[in-house]
């Protein structure tokens, strides 16, 4: 009896885990992920805006499980037993300590590891105590609940007649994730301001500065891209500073290399990720991010029947960097392990064709009207110049394609269409 386990159910781990649950079923597949539902990722800086209620948007796993006939384990990853073909289940806790599920060793016969990035501090003193990043959901609703305390303080110095203050939010890193929710805020405050928080000037009383060290803010991308992305952010009021070296952050502040200080009542820190600290214990070739070195086919350097994928992975491309960190490439990832892991589970060798990372290019969302990027191959195979409503619609269909993938065309489409409905029916930011 084969069984697979995917660790993980992420951008990557669930498309897997869905595809193959619908063709061998939930004797032969079991998905492991230490969260009860699930959000793509690429939507955390809405869950941290507001913009998106992960209560509404979040996709149970017994219900993903059930529907697309595999099995669900709730639980953290904490060990490897290579020789034996286990993984090690943490015990499951309740707030107060009690044990609700111990611990438990879970067989298989072929593993893969999807359990995807956590932020790189770069050994900053402060950053890791003082800042908020967007890992998980957790983090996206710390981030969340924070504004909003500091919003309902606002509003009740202001309504006491008393100095309304300003609040003041630095993030660090001038990636897509920082630069996709500096936009998304700036939009979120002016909508916290028409239901009376953030005063009725919401914009002027809520400052946001964003920190990049290179030249220029998404600098892995083009510079049409960089320069449209800085033109949307102007326009919308958010600061942004390039050239800047965070040297440490504080509970207040964040101290550059030149000596400039940036008040701060909340610091997020997006400037870099690394494969999460567990794998260091399991035994597996690591690169210097901590992520798992893989062969071309995703199946782990020296190891036997385990397989990675997704930002935990270090596929190497023929230019000798990494497969970058991104949904498309765990999609894709995916995509290719559910085609060999069918084959290999019906007995049957898969042909020996390397995974090969199709770059399709990058979109980065500016709020919810705007998004500006590049797209590959479209007309001439190289980086076409993207903004608007196209762009938009673009960005948008990446996340119905994951929907689509893991619930189905039929109740993907109902997703998005009570997706509409809600932003109708209730406030366009979450207010409790
Ligand atoms: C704000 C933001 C915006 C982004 N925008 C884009 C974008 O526009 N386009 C794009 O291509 N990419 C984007 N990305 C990057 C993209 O989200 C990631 O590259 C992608 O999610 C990686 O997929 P993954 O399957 O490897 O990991 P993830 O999607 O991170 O999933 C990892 C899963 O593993 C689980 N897990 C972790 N540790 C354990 C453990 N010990 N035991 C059990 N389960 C565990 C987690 O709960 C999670 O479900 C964005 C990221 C962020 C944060």
Same mark, same amino acid.
């Given at each position: 009896?084969?069984?697979?386990?995917?660790?993980?159910?992420?951008?990557?781990? *669930?498309?897997?885990?869905?595809?193959?649950?619908?063709?061998?079923?939930?004797?032969?597949?079991? /998905?492991?992920?230490?969260?009860?539902?699930?959000?793509?990722?690429?939507?955390?800086?809405?869950?941290?805006?507001?913009?998106?209620?992960?209560?509404?948007?979040? +996709?149970?796993?017994?219900? @993903?499980?059930?529907?697309?006939?595999?099995?669900?384990?709730?639980?953290?990853?904490?060990?490897?037993?290579?020789?034996?073909?286990?993984?090690?289940?943490? &015990?499951?806790?309740?707030?107060?300590?009690?044990?609700?599920?111990?611990?438990?060793?879970?067989?298989?016969?072929?593993?893969?590891?999807?359990?995807?990035?956590?932020?790189?501090?770069?050994?900053?003193?402060?950053?890791?105590?003082?800042?908020?990043? %967007?890992?998980?959901?957790?983090?996206?609703? #710390?981030?969340?609940?924070?504004?909003?305390?500091?919003?309902?303080?606002?509003?009740? &110095?202001?309504?006491?007649?008393?100095?309304?203050?300003?609040?003041?939010?630095?993030?660090?890193?001038?990636?897509?994730?920082?630069?996709? @929710?500096?936009?998304? *805020?700036?939009?979120?405050?002016? !909508?916290?301001?028409?239901?009376?928080?953030?005063?009725?000037?919401?914009?002027?009383?809520?400052?946001?500065? @964003?920190?990049?060290?290179? $030249?220029?803010? *998404?600098?892995? /991308?083009?510079?049409?891209?960089?320069?449209?992305?800085?033109?949307? /952010?102007?326009?919308?009021?958010?600061?942004? !500073?390039?050239?800047?070296? =965070?040297?440490?952050? $504080?509970?207040?502040?964040?101290?550059?290399?030149?000596?400039?200080?940036?008040?701060?009542?909340?610091?997020?820190?997006?400037?870099?990720?690394?494969?999460?600290? +567990?794998?260091?214990?399991?035994?597996?070739?690591?690169?210097?991010?901590?992520?798992?070195?893989?062969?071309?086919?995703?199946?782990?350097?020296?190891?036997?029947?385990?397989?990675?994928?997704?930002?935990?992975?270090?596929?190497?491309?023929?230019?000798?960097?990494?497969?970058?960190?991104?949904?498309?490439?765990?999609?894709?990832?995916?995509?290719?392990?559910?085609?060999?892991?069918?084959?290999?589970?019906?007995?049957?060798?898969?042909?020996?064709?390397?995974?090969?990372?199709?770059?399709?290019?990058?979109?980065?969302?500016?709020?919810?009207?705007?998004?500006?990027?590049?797209?590959?191959?479209?007309? $001439?195979?190289?980086?076409?110049?993207?903004?608007?409503?196209?762009?938009?619609?673009?960005?948008? $269909?990446?996340?119905?394609?994951?929907?689509?993938? =893991?619930?189905?065309?039929?109740?993907?489409? %109902?997703? &998005?269409?009570?997706?509409?409905?809600? #932003?109708?029916?209730?406030?366009?930011?979450?207010?409790?």
């Amino acid at each position: 009896m084969q069984r697979i386990v995917i660790v993980g159910g992420g951008a990557g781990g *669930l498309e897997l885990a869905a595809k193959l649950g619908r063709v061998l079923g939930p004797e032969a597949v079991t /998905l492991i992920d230490c969260r009860p539902f699930h959000v793509w990722k690429p939507s955390l800086h809405e869950v941290a805006a507001g913009t998106l209620d992960i209560h509404a948007e979040g +996709l149970s796993y017994q219900m @993903l499980a059930r529907d697309n006939g595999f099995s669900f384990v709730l639980g953290r990853l904490s060990g490897l037993n290579a020789g034996g073909c286990e993984v090690m289940v943490a &015990a499951l806790l309740d707030d107060d300590g009690t044990i609700l599920i111990p611990p438990r060793n879970i067989p298989y016969t072929s593993l893969v590891l999807a359990v995807g990035s956590e932020s790189n501090y770069f050994n900053i003193p402060g950053a890791r105590e003082h800042c908020i990043s %967007l890992n998980a959901t957790d983090d996206a609703e #710390r981030f969340r609940t924070r504004m909003l305390k500091l919003l309902v303080r606002q509003q009740a &110095a202001g309504a006491a007649g008393g100095d309304q203050g300003r609040i003041e939010i630095v993030i660090v890193g001038g990636g897509a994730t920082g630069v996709e @929710l500096a936009a998304e *805020l700036r939009e979120a405050t002016s !909508i916290y301001g028409d239901y009376r928080l953030a005063g009725a000037a919401s914009a002027a009383s809520v400052d946001i500065t @964003l920190l990049e060290g290179a $030249s220029r803010i *998404l600098a892995p /991308l083009t510079p049409a891209v960089s320069s449209a992305a800085t033109r949307l /952010l102007a326009e919308r009021g958010v600061k942004v !500073i390039c050239d800047c070296k =965070v040297a440490s952050v $504080s509970a207040s502040a964040v101290l550059d290399s030149e000596g400039n200080t940036y008040r701060a009542d909340i610091c997020v820190w997006a400037a870099g990720i690394k494969a999460p600290a +567990l794998l260091k214990d399991l035994g597996l070739p690591l690169n210097r991010l901590d992520q798992i070195e893989v062969n071309a086919d995703l199946s782990v350097k020296n190891a036997v029947g385990i397989y990675a994928l997704g930002d935990c992975a270090a596929c190497l491309l023929p230019t000798g960097q990494t497969v970058p960190p991104r949904a498309q490439a765990a999609h894709q990832q995916a995509s290719y392990l559910a085609r060999r892991l069918v084959l290999l589970a019906r007995g049957k060798a898969p042909k020996s064709v390397p995974y090969r990372y199709r770059d399709h290019g990058s979109l980065v969302s500016i709020g919810q009207e705007q998004t500006v990027g590049s797209l590959m191959g479209v007309l $001439s195979g190289a980086g076409l110049f993207v903004e608007g409503l196209f762009a938009r619609m673009m960005y948008i $269909s990446l996340h119905l394609m994951h929907h689509q993938a =893991v619930v189905g065309t039929l109740r993907c489409a %109902l997703l &998005a269409f009570s997706r509409v409905l809600r #932003r109708r029916t209730a406030p366009h930011v979450k207010l409790h």
